[in-house]
């Protein structure tokens, strides 16, 4: 009977060990940032904690993922600017408040398709070393594959849900979109509007929503906030082309300046 209950123990602790291991919503695999080496990044906030990421397109405009919002409400919503340490003192860090917010007009609680988010600060952005406008691709065409792209973040890190306090970034290939389509990956759910990036133990995911996808110094995706397991090779990461809605964030950002 002490034997019994002996391998009843074992299997519930491998259990357990194998739950922890699963990765849940983290930059995986990645390294902590260079400290505001990604003066564009923001982080989306809601009652002063961090939801999503996010970059600044322009001097008064964050571009994150339409989900990050789904059950807030605009009053709720700041965007912290310049900063690397979300906790800690730091000059270039500043917090504003949200005037505005736009999600896609075609986002959905049930599908990730069109997941996008303008949010309009409350005032233009104090630019500076640490906080700058990042370029994102005009041009309509697919990343080639194999391209490596720069994502960053303040989501999970590690097994256990601990969030890092200091930005974190992860390179990641591009995959092209007929693999990522294939049966035992994403079964045809990948739209022209979409593309992969390989997920092999690196990794974004939840916490990390919302935040730009760096192929060559140009924002070319956002982050979605589809759930999936993060960091499994079967599941790549997905993230929404922006150049597939150039006239959607001119016709939003160039509307509210004129």
């Known amino acids: 009977m002490a034997a019994g209950w002996g391998r009843l123990a074992a299997l519930l602790l491998l259990g357990a060990v194998?739950?922890?291991?699963?990765?849940?919503?983290?930059?995986l695999g990645g390294a902590e940032a260079e400290a505001h080496a990604r003066p564009y990044m923001a982080s989306v906030q809601v009652n002063g904690s961090h939801t999503c990421g996010g970059f600044?397109?322009?001097?008064?405009?964050?571009?994150?993922?339409?989900?990050?919002?789904?059950?807030?409400?605009a009053e709720e919503v700041e965007v912290l600017l310049?900063?690397?340490?979300?906790?800690?003192?730091?000059?270039?860090?500043?917090?504003?408040?949200?005037?505005?917010?736009?999600?896609?007009?075609?986002?959905?609680?049930?599908?990730?398709?069109?997941d996008l988010l303008l949010l309009q600060l409350s005032e233009k952005a104090a630019l500076g070393p640490a906080v700058r406008t990042l370029p994102w691709q005009r041009v309509d065409r697919d990343v080639a594959p194999g391209t490596l792209c720069d994502v960053a973040g303040w989501g999970e890190s590690k097994h256990t849900g601990h969030r890092p306090d200091r930005?974190?970034?992860?390179?990641?290939?591009?995959?092209?979109?007929?693999?990522?389509?294939?049966?035992?990956?994403?079964?045809?759910?990948?739209?022209?509007?979409?593309?992969?990036?390989?997920?092999?133990r690196r990794d974004s995911c939840k916490g990390d929503s919302g935040g730009p996808l760096v192929c060559g110094g140009v924002a070319e995706g956002v982050v979605t906030s589809g759930s999936r397991v993060c960091g499994n090779r079967k599941k790549p990461g997905i993230y929404t082309r922006v150049a597939s809605y150039a006239a959607w964030i001119d016709g939003?950002?160039?509307?509210?300046?004129a």
């Open 82 to 114: 310049g900063a690397h340490s979300l906790s800690q003192p730091e000059p270039s860090k500043r917090v504003y408040n949200v005037s505005r917010a736009v999600p896609h007009p075609d986002s959905r609680r049930d599908t990730i398709d069109h």
């Open 18 to 27: 194998v739950c922890a291991a699963q990765p849940r919503g983290r930059i």
């Open 252 to 257: 939003v950002v160039g509307g509210a300046a």
């Open 167 to 200: 930005l974190q970034h992860v390179l990641v290939p591009v995959l092209d979109r007929a693999t990522c389509n294939k049966r035992a990956l994403h079964d045809g759910a990948i739209s022209a509007r979409m593309l992969c990036a390989e997920s092999n």
């Open 56 to 73: 600044l397109v322009a001097e008064q405009w964050v571009l994150s993922a339409a989900h990050c919002l789904e059950d807030t409400v």
